[in-house]
Each structure stands twice: as C-alpha cells, then as structure tokens.
C-alpha cells in the first residue's frame, strides 16, 4: 500500500520534495495559493539536477479534513514553526517536540530556486539528504522514510546523530547564505580572500559555541572544517546563489534567528563572544527592514 505524506510549508524545497515522492506515494502539499492555482492549472515543473519534468500532485492552502498521513513534513521557513522537519538552523525540531515525541530531523543542503508559481530549478547538491530520529539515532519508521525517498530518486542517508548533522549544515548556512545575499553573489565568488576572512571569523565562533555545547562536529577544529567549505562544500554550490537573497528579493523575512541568530544565542549562553556573527545578523535584519527593492516601504 502506498504511503500518503503532508508536505507543510511547501515552497521551493517542499514542493520539489513532494514532486518527487509523488511518484512513490500519495502526497499532499499545503502552499500558498498562487502555487495552488499554478500547480491546479498546469502541474509542477521541476528542472536541473533532480530531472526534468512536469508532476502533478495534490495541492492545497489546507490540510484535506479528516485525512491521516503517515509521515508529515514540515518545510515551512524556520520563523513559522510552531513531523519531519527539511528546515535550515537550529532550534525547529525543538519546538517541533513540543507537540509530539515522534520527530524525525531532515538535513537537505542542496540548491532551489524559484522559477514561476509552481516551477523550481534544483541547482546544486553538496551531499545527501540526511535523516534520523531527533535527537539521535534511527529507527524502523525512518529507515522505511529513507527507502521512500531515495525509491522517489533523491540522494539519502540515514544517520544516528541528527543534532550533529544539523550543527554541520548550520556551519554552512552561516557562513555562505548571508554573506552571498547581502553582497549579491553567487557562493564561488566568496572564496575572495576578504570575505573568506568574514567566513574565517563566523566559522571559528560558531565553532566555539558548539565546543561549549559538548558537540562533536566531523571536523576536528574550525581550520579542518574551513579546508572542507573552501575544497568540496563550495566548489560544489559555487553557481548557487543564496536562498536567504531570494527571501529579500520576494520582501520576507529570513531564517536569520535560526542560523547565525542561533549562533549568537548558544553563545549568549555560555558566554562565547560572537561578533561576526552579530555583525551578519544586524545586517540581515537592517536589509529586511527594506523591503523587497531594497529603498524601503
């Protein structure tokens, strides 16, 4: 029997996430109603790395009444969490387990873009899709989840240590998704050496936090991980540019609180000075401020 998922949330991720699984389960995405229309009227269009096609699933601005789902994915912005999360930061499966003890943590890191209502481009993958019991490890339900998806052709792994495949991604967001969206860049360009210099300082504070969170990362210290960001992580997105620029581009607020935001608040906690980190998130929040074209309301 086919298993019927809820995509919530669904923008550009969670869309392309449920065209996929479309053609291994009955799925339903709940959207804005302009993707509703557009996907209604002619379908999804996914192009890039993932394929290329049109898919046609069950779209709507609410849950259908009554239904029931086997596996709930939360692709929403960090800002509207309130269950499978595909969400960037820290703290979402937190707030997500207060509602229930079922949580399973998903870690994307792979590029999409907007092109129309209902069409995306999947631009760059810098690793697998990771999946796994939040706080740690895997079960039945998530290595049958991991079977579906990777049976629906996305890239997969199942892994026992959620928080730690979270912070690692979060070291990502944080050093390249608002730096390339206040300098308008594409990631490749910011291996300039003066914003490496930025990135060199976020990477190396958000490091301490997590030293002072007692996590252990896959990098043995900020200089190992920077090498991997500089050699495998960044020539595999270079073309990318930053969702968080897409977000300002459209005039919504950002994941910003989540990912160096949460930075700054672990290390407000343990009293690990953040500045960079500060820094970013002061000039995302001004940059929000705004608006869409960037000279206010």
């Known amino acids: 029997m086919r298993k019927k998922i809820l995509v919530l949330g669904a923008g550009a991720v969670g869309l392309s996430v449920a065209a996929k699984l479309s053609a291994v389960a009955d799925v339903h995405a709940v959207c804005w109603k302009v993707s509703t229309d557009a996907i209604a009227a002619s379908g999804f269009r996914m192009t890039g790395i993932w394929g290329e096609g049109t898919f046609r699933f069950s779209a709507g601005e609410t849950v259908p009444a009554g239904a029931r789902y086997d596996y709930i994915f939360i692709a929403s912005k960090s800002k509207d969490t309130d269950a499978i999360s595909l969400q960037n930061g820290i703290g979402n499966e937190e707030i997500i ?13 792979t590029g999409f873009v907007w092109k129309g209502d209902a069409a995306v481009y999947v631009s760059v993958e810098a690793g697998p ?9 895997v079960d039945e339900p998530v290595g049958l989840l991991a079977g579906l998806v990777r049976a629906a052709g996305i890239n997969v792994d199942a ?14 967001n944080c050093a390249l998704n608002p730096l390339g969206a206040v300098m308008d860049v594409p990631y490749g360009k910011l291996a300039d050496p003066a914003s490496w210099r930025i990135i060199t300082g976020i990477v190396r504070e958000a490091f301490a936090v997590t030293e002072a969170e007692k996590m252990t990362l896959p990098w043995k210290n900020p200089d190992e991980y920077l090498a991997f960001l500089r050699t495998v992580q960044l020539p595999a997105t270079a073309h990318h540019r930053s969702s968080m ?24 906690e343990h009293n690990v000075a953040t500045p960079y980190n500060s820094f ?9 401020s705004l608006g869409a074209r960037g000279d206010g309301p």
Do not use: H
């Open 97 to 109: 387990a207060l509602y229930t003890n079922r949580v399973i943590s998903g870690m994307i890191i």
């Open 129 to 137: 899709m990771k999946l796994g019991r939040f706080p740690a490890g």
């Open 159 to 172: 892994s026992p240590a959620s928080v730690v495949e979270l912070w690692a991604k979060t070291l990502y």
């Open 245 to 268: 620029l897409q977000d300002l581009e459209r005039g919504k607020k950002t994941e910003i609180d989540f990912t160096n935001g949460a930075v700054v608040a672990k290390g407000t």
């Open 280 to 288: 970013i998130v002061d000039l995302i929040q001004f940059r929000e």
